[in-house]
């Protein structure tokens, strides 16, 4: 049974690119969210797909923007990156029910903007 | 914003100690549930509460679910080796219950003498 995949593991990036990060949901879920994991800190939500569609948004800038494809898996893209968008990003998939909450999580993204 | 409060940030203690640590939001939460992450690994579900006044167990792991909704508390008795890591406490609000966005603490490190 594969759990959550994300790639690439690791990467650098300068100010002001843009990068797109993957993710594979665990076998048999439907729904992705996305957190952000500053060093040292707990994950924030950035946002969650469903349907292939955005249901709800965390406190980020528009320049976080994301995709779910009809095969359940997702896509984070962060547009124009500033140095405080370094961080681990973190996916999580999940099943809609009472059991929303409970997130099966990936090792994570790691960005690093230079 | 929601926001948790989790102490304490950091526990040093000796194999074989219990362990206890606690969350707290200035906020209602419908569901609280508790993490371990790993180094260079993401989070890994522990426990799940979904009751006011839930005590739930995982093996050496217990947790409960405070009565004003506010809190939670995680208990690890008999500590080995392998329960280092960080522990984060995550709740729901009542409107994210659904869409599945949980708010972090930012953990509590765990170091295990032997």
């Known amino acids: 049974d594969a759990g959550v995949t994300q790639s690439p593991t690791h990467l650098i990036k300068t100010r002001g690119q843009q990068v797109t990060l993957r993710c594979s949901p665990k076998?048999?879920?439907?729904?992705v969210s996305w957190y952000q994991q500053a060093l040292g800190q707990g994950p924030q939500f950035i946002f969650q797909?469903?349907?292939?569609?955005?249901?709800q948004r965390g406190n980020f800038p528009d320049r976080f923007s994301g995709h779910q494809f009809p095969n359940y898996s997702s896509e984070l893209n962060v547009n124009a990156l500033l140095l405080g968008d370094s961080a681990l990003y973190l996916c999580?998939?999940?099943?809609?029910?009472?059991?929303?909450?409970?997130?099966?999580f990936g090792e994570g993204s790691r960005l690093t903007v230079l | 914003g929601q926001q948790l409060n989790q102490s304490p940030q950091s526990m040093f203690i000796q194999e074989g100690e219990d362990v206890s640590m606690n969350c707290t939001s200035s906020?209602?939460?419908?569901?609280w549930l508790w993490y371990k992450q790993d180094p260079g690994e993401g989070p890994v579900l522990l426990i799940a509460?979904?009751?006011?006044?839930e005590l739930t167990s995982n093996g050496r792991l217990t947790a409960q679910f405070g009565i004003t909704r506010k809190d939670s508390f995680l208990n690890i008795s008999a500590s080995i080796p392998s329960d280092v890591g960080i522990y984060f406490c995550?709740?729901?609000?009542?409107?994210?219950?659904?869409?599945?966005?949980?708010?972090f603490g930012d953990g509590t490190t765990l170091t295990v003498k032997p």
């Open positions: 999580a998939s999940s099943l809609q029910g009472v059991s929303a909450g409970e997130l099966f």
């Open positions: 076998s048999g879920h439907d729904t």
């Open positions: 797909y469903y349907e292939e569609e955005e249901r």
């Open positions: 906020s209602i939460f419908n569901t």
């Open positions: 509460l979904y009751k006011a006044g």
């Open positions: 995550a709740g729901q609000g009542v409107r994210d219950t659904n869409a599945g966005k949980s708010t």
